[in-house]
C-alpha cells in the first residue's frame, strides 16, 4: 500500500468518495457540482489543506482531507482530519490506520506541528472503536456547530 498526497489526477475519486461517504455515513444527498468545485479549491490551495490518498494494487482505496487550524494556545498548527471515506472492497484492513500514523509522522516531524483531531458522529461505533485503538481520545470539549442553509 501507498499513501501520497493527492493531485489533481485524483479529482475525480476525491469527488465520488465524498459523495458515497455522505449517503452512507449522513444519507445526504450532497450536490455533486459543488463537491467538485469544493475537492478542486483544496488540490489548488495547498496552504488551505490537502487531500491524502491510499492506493493499493495500484488503485485509489481511499481518501482523507487534511485542514489546518492555528492554536494561539500551542503556537503551532493543529491538522484536522475530515472526509475520510476508505471504498468497501477495502475497508478493515487497516488503510485509515496507516494513512493516520503517515500522518502523525508529518506531525512529529515538523515542529510548527502540535497534534490530530479529528469529530465523529456519536453513532458511528466502528470509527470510534478505531480512533480509540489508535491512541485519540476524546477531549473535554463539545462541538457545535451552525451552517448556513442555501
Not at 58 to 79: F, H, I, M, P, T
Request: proline share 1%; charged share 25%; glycine share 6%.
Amino acid at each position: 500500500m501507498n499513501i501520497t498526497t493527492a493531485k489533481k489526477i485524483d479529482k475525480s475519486f476525491i469527488v465520488n468518495a465524498q459523495l458515497k461517504m455522505a449517503q452512507e455515513s449522513e444519507g445526504l444527498g450532497l450536490d455533486e457540482q459543488t463537491v467538485n468545485k469544493g475537492v478542486e479549491y483544496i488540490l489548488d490551495n495547498p496552504l488551505v489543506g490537502f487531500y491524502l490518498i491510499a492506493e493499493r494494487e495500484n488503485k485509489n482505496c481511499a481518501c482523507l482531507l487534511v485542514l489546518k487550524e492555528w492554536s494561539d494556545w500551542r503556537c503551532g498548527n493543529v491538522l484536522w482530519i475530515h472526509s475520510v471515506y476508505v471504498i468497501k472492497e477495502s475497508r478493515r484492513l487497516g488503510i485509515y490506520s496507516k494513512m493516520y500514523k503517515h500522518l502523525q509522522s508529518i506531525v512529529q516531524a515538523d515542529e510548527s506541528l502540535r497534534g490530530l483531531r479529528l469529530y465523529v458522529d456519536k453513532s458511528n461505533q466502528p470509527a470510534i472503536k478505531t480512533y480509540e485503538k489508535l491512541g485519540m481520545s476524546q477531549d473535554h470539549y463539545h462541538m457545535y456547530e451552525w451552517m448556513k442553509t442555501f
